[in-house]
Each structure stands twice: as structure tokens, then as C-alpha cells.
């Protein structure tokens, strides 16, 4: 072989060589940059969680209206009960619905488009105000019943919601649903949320999600609930409604002997702030283990309590709520646990001063 053919072998292959060694450099040096992106990504969607449920802060329900059967809401929102909550000093509003009433009974399970029209509307409306809105699918009572048999009916219509709402921004958040209880257990609503929740990623990958606890919302749930823990853009939520037999006193929906229960009053003596608090600082604890924000998503006393332990408790839960750093949302606004008479076209001030201390001087 000529000197100059054995050169530029040579060469030819210290290029290559060096090549390969810039190559592998470049994709030691992409891989480390995905890690730290993905890093940087996991601690921004963990800080952001806590941003998003701070925005919430203090919020209201408009329950009683779109969770309600087909034809039969106990009240109809209207953008001047908005604009009341806006000016009261709110941050946020719940909106509960029941999605399944207008969703199909066989797949791929279309929700009903002018249902969507009326939700948009109102979820519009709030937005404009600058009030942020929770929206959750609320009394899909044949889920409870049967969670096996509506399993995929349940994905579909979040599927649907998901689609529907990809395109909003980041005041909308979502609440996969409200107070599992029944069939539901436990075990099938970890596994049931985690689906869910991949559903709801597919379109929203950033939105701000939130999760209750199985059976009913309440804080013993918290034992059993798992979150998905590679997902940090979630947000635990546990409704408050203890001791029981105060904040349900003469509601029939709750027990057949609730009406036994009437005349009990909410004092704020020792033992009963011991026991909220107590309550409380359980929900802090896992909060704080499991590094995740929290929401009070409802709270409130029925109107057959007097006036005076309805506003005493409800001023107690949202400030030991607040102490812990917790968002929360009154249940609710204008019906039987409301803060508005709808007939009076005026807040009940006892309850709006509890709910709304900075707004009343205090």
C-alpha cells in the first residue's frame, strides 16, 4: 500500500474514531439533560400543585343545581350570583354535575352536546370574573352500584370531559368524583383514579387534578387512598361534615331519625374544637408525609341547626382549614346549607362574616 493510501486510512479512521466519540458524548450529554429536565419538570409540577390549590383559596358550591336529576335543580345559577360571589371576596367555585345523567348508556358513551353548552356557559362566565372553577362528575350513583358494569362508561365521559376542555387554561381544574362510596371501595377507586386519571393526561397533561378519598369523601378514607405517586400535579380533597349529627340535624336524606337529632347546637367548647382539630391535623399529617396540597372541597352546617352553631362551626372548620394551609369550598350557596337566600337576594350575613372574616372587618 502507498504511504499516502496508508494515511489516509488513517486518518479516515481517527475521523471516524473521533466522530464516535463526539456521537456518544452527545448522547450522554442529551440523556443527563433529559434526566434534568425531567427532574426540573417533577419539582416544577410538585410546586406547581401547591400554586394551583392556592389559587383556589376560598371558595364556594353552587350545589343543588347541575348534580341534580334531569328537569329537577333546587336552583339555577345565573352570572349575577357570580358576580354576588365575586364581590363577597370568593376566589373559586365547585361546580358539581352530574355528568352521567346526559352521558349515553352504550358506547361509546357521546356526552349530550347541549349539556355541555349549559356547563360551558356557567364555567365561561366564571372564568371571566376571574373566579377559578372546579368541575367534577357528582352522584353517578350507577358507578356505586355497580363499579365493574360502568367502568368504561366512567373513563368514556371523562374522556369526553377531557377532550372538551383540553383547549382551557389552568383556572379550570378537575375533580375525578365526588365521594365514592358503596361498590366502590377502596381498593377498586385507587385502581379506578389511576385509570381515570391516565384518561385525563392523554389531552391535559398539566392541569391540576383532584382526588377524594373512598367511602364518602371523609378524612378515615385517607388510609387507603393511593395517588399515583409519578403524577405531582394532583390535589388530595376530603369533605367535613362532623359531628355528624350537628351538621345534619333534620336533613331526611342523611337518616331516617335525623329529625331525632334536631336542637343539637355547636357551643365551641374544648372537646368539640379538640376533635376538629384533631381531625384536622390528621389530613396535615398525610398531607405533609405524601407531599401533596389539600382541598377542602365541602363543609357546612344544614338550616335546621340554629344560626348562631351554624356560623360558630363553619368560622371554626375554615379557620383551622386556613391555619393548615388548605383552599376550601363552603357547601353551599343557595339552598339548604346556603350562605345566599335566593328569595332575599341577600347573603345570610352570620355565615358569609364566618365564611368571609377579611371581607367584614375582621
Known amino acids: 500500500m502507498k504511504a499516502e493510501s496508508r494515511d489516509s486510512v488513517r486518518k479516515s479512521q481517527s475521523m471516524r474514531s473521533r466522530s464516535g466519540v463526539v456521537a456518544a458524548a452527545l448522547q450522554t450529554v442529551a440523556f443527563f439533560g433529559l434526566v434534568l429536565m425531567a427532574i426540573h419538570a417533577f419539582a416544577a409540577t410538585e410546586n406547581d400543585a401547591f400554586e394551583r390549590c392556592a389559587r383556589l383559596g376560598r371558595g364556594i358550591n353552587l350545589g343543588n343545581a347541575m348534580e341534580m336529576p334531569r328537569g329537577r335543580p333546587l336552583w339555577e345559577p345565573q352570572p349575577e350570583h357570580l358576580d354576588l360571589i365575586k364581590a363577597a371576596g370568593f376566589n373559586s367555585i365547585r361546580i358539581p354535575i352530574r355528568w352521567s345523567e346526559y352521558a349515553a348508556t352504550d358506547a361509546p358513551f357521546a356526552i349530550d352536546p347541549a349539556w355541555f353548552t349549559g356547563v360551558d356557559t356557567l364555567v365561561n362566565a366564571a372564568l371571566d370574573r376571574k373566579l377559578a ?10 358507578l356505586m352500584a355497580d363499579p365493574v358494569g360502568q367502568h368504561q362508561r366512567f373513563l368514556a365521559i371523562w374522556n369526553g370531559i377531557a377532550e372538551h376542555y383540553r383547549e382551557f387554561g389552568p383556572d ?68 367535613y361534615y362532623e359531628p355528624y349529627h350537628f351538621t345534619h340535624q333534620g336533613a331526611s336524606w342523611a337518616n331516617k331519625g335525623a329529625d331525632a337529632w334536631l336542637g343539637t347546637t355547636w357551643d365551641g367548647t374544648r372537646n368539640e374544637q379538640r376533635a376538629i382539630r384533631a381531625d384536622f391535623d390528621q ?72 365564611l368571609m372574616p377579611s371581607a367584614t372587618g375582621r
Open 133 to 142: 372553577v372546579v368541575i367534577n362528575v357528582h352522584h353517578f350513583n350507577e
Open 283 to 354: 389530613v396535615a399529617a398525610w398531607a405533609k408525609e405524601h407531599r401533596r396540597p389539600v382541598y377542602l372541597g365541602e363543609f357546612g352546617a344544614y338550616n335546621k341547626a340554629d344560626m348562631e352553631s351554624r356560623a360558630r362551626w363553619t368560622d371554626f372548620v375554615a379557620r383551622e382549614a386556613e391555619k393548615r394551609g388548605m383552599s376550601w369550598a363552603y357547601w353551599e350557596a343557595c339552598s339548604g346549607y346556603g350562605a345566599y337566600d335566593p328569595k332575599a337576594g341577600a347573603w345570610r350575613e352570620p355565615l358569609l362574616r364566618a
Open 172 to 239: 379550570l381544574f378537575f375533580e375525578l368524583l365526588n365521594e365514592p362510596h358503596g361498590k366502590l371501595r377502596p381498593q377498586l377507586w385507587n385502581e379506578l383514579l389511576s385509570e381515570s386519571l391516565a384518561v385525563v393526561r392523554r389531552s391535559n397533561p398539566n392541569r391540576a387534578v383532584i382526588v377524594g378519598t373512598a367511602p364518602w369523601g371523609g378524612v378515615r378514607g385517607l388510609k387507603d387512598l393511593v395517588m399515583p405517586e409519578g403524577d405531582r400535579n394532583l390535589i388530595l380533597t376530603v369533605h
